[in-house]
């Protein structure tokens, strides 16, 4: 076909278009057409994007296009023809349906016009940050509505084009992994999850967790979910000094107070009006007529871990020989083979869930690390209060030779960070004063580069602690 016939065809082809006139546009068009919008993760939620072949196919596709997004304007800017080819550049300028935001769009487009006069191949390329941008107007918001609604494969939509799994819902103050937690639809909390949405975020209220609003909305499997993913059991809402237990037993969730209670939730807290596990069991049975049959569940369950924890306590001989600084003791039992890093019952005192070799690294038991090291304990354990390894212990309580036996430790971190303040035990050692222990760490090639979550690096810390003249700051600056 001649360059002439393939201009008038094509250029009618965008004025019909441009006027809204549908029938001709598509008559134009081979039944067989393959017509292309590049379609990739960036514009993903953009619906009518992707390959289309075939008249039909092609009408959904303008159908799609129609019902999201109305035309305001349409320009042709530029014709180029070659032979049965023509390249054009649009400018298109448009309104999202549902959001009302406008956007200008600039095309170029590549046919193909067949011996039929009729265009057998069309491809467009464009830049779609605007549309994308109009149609993101509202993604949070409607990601919050289907988490709302339990509409989990609408969630599942809106996650995979780019809603944010920690939108916040602006009236209530709960994030999306909050609402469905509360609503116990186990189905979307996973796909929150599997998304990044913050377990550990506060509600703007009171406080609450995810695991919070989980537990008062009664459901086991968004309770585990979160638990699995992360979720600290024994977080406290700052209004109420609540934890995920105490609102258990608050609720009458009986089963997810077992859960809890299986998970090592700390007993002995207690809320920010004095009340405790026990006075508050003790006093909703008095004040409830309704579900006193569930308090006596939890009540129950809360009676059998007690018993547990101290039927384990009393069974750990080798913490309480460590604690006791009993060296003959702790080598008979390895001798005996008892499990070297058994870790002690929560009861929320200070060697909860600790091994013997932080109890022993923390305590100054030189000898007894020694023979834990030599058992095979494990050098890197951490516990669950500041997340804290055996050479934190060490060091944050200027142990000296404690520390240098860690340090030459095969598979010894040198440089763990605590999840509390970020502080390697590099930084820990400066911060109590303990310039041994820091020089010590240093010889074995801890790093000096590592700074806390306060910004600080050892070079900085150690000037404030030891002095700005002094020799180890000197050192490390």
Avoid at 450 to 466: I, Q, R, S, W, Y
Wanted: glycine content about 10%.
């Amino acid at each position: 076909m001649d360059s002439g016939r393939t201009r008038q065809i094509v250029e009618t082809w965008f004025a019909d278009i441009g006027s809204g006139n549908l029938e001709r546009v598509l008559a134009t068009l081979s039944p067989s057409v393959y017509h292309e919008l590049p379609r990739h993760e960036r514009n993903a939620v953009i619906p009518n994007l992707g390959v289309h072949i075939g008249r039909d196919a092609v009408a959904e596709s303008f159908r799609m296009r129609g019902e999201a997004s109305a035309d305001v304007e349409y320009v042709t800017r530029d014709v180029v023809v070659e032979g049965d080819k023509a390249y054009v550049v649009t400018w298109a300028r448009m309104r999202h349906r549902r959001t009302g935001v406008e956007f200008g769009i600039e095309a170029t487009h590549r046919l193909t016009v067949d011996a039929g006069g009729q265009i057998s191949y069309w491809k467009v390329y464009f830049d779609p940050t605007p549309e994308v941008a109009a149609f993101d107007d509202d993604l949070d918001q409607r990601l919050l509505a289907a988490v709302r609604a339990g509409e989990s494969q609408e969630v599942a939509q809106l996650i995979s084009v780019g809603a944010q799994v920690d939108a916040r819902d602006q009236d209530t103050g709960l994030t999306a992994l909050m609402i469905a937690a509360g609503r116990g639809d186990a189905t979307s909390v996973r796909l929150l999850l599997e998304g990044g949405a913050d377990v550990h975020a506060m509600d703007a209220a009171a406080g609450g967790t995810p695991l919070h609003k989980a537990v008062q909305g009664g459901d086991l499997e968004s309770v585990r979910l979160l638990v699995d993913a992360g979720a600290q059991i024994d977080a406290v809402v700052p209004t109420t000094g609540h934890t995920p237990l105490l609102d258990a037993f608050w609720y009458k969730m009986p089963d997810i107070a077992e859960f809890l209670l299986a998970q090592d939730a700390g007993l002995n807290l207690t809320t920010h009006y004095g009340f405790s596990m026990r006075d508050h069991i003790e006093y909703a049975l008095q004040a409830n007529a309704l579900g006193t049959e569930k308090l006596a569940a939890a009540e129950h369950a809360l009676r059998a871990r007690l018993e547990r924890d101290e039927r384990q306590a009393a069974e750990q001989a080798l913490m309480s020989a460590v604690v006791a600084g009993d060296l003959e003791r702790v080598r008979e039992l390895l001798a005996q083979g008892v499990a070297v890093d058994e870790r002690s019952p929560v009861l929320n005192g200070f060697n909860d869930a600790h091994t013997p070799l932080l109890v022993a690294a923390r305590d100054g038991h030189v000898e007894i690390v020694r023979e834990l090291l030599a058992a095979g304990a494990d050098v890197n354990a951490t516990e669950p209060t500041f997340g804290a390894v055996p050479l934190h212990k060490a060091v944050y309580n200027g142990h000296a030779e404690i520390t240098q036996i860690l340090v030459h430790t095969a598979g010894v971190d040198l440089d763990f960070r605590g999840p509390t303040n970020g502080y390697t035990p590099l930084l820990d050692a400066i911060w109590h004063g303990y310039e041994e222990c820091s020089r010590i760490l240093l010889a074995a090639g801890a790093r000096t580069d590592l700074v806390g979550h306060d910004g600080k690096t050892p070079a900085a810390l150690a000037a404030e602690v030891f002095g700005a003249g002094h020799a180890l700051t000197t050192e490390l600056s």
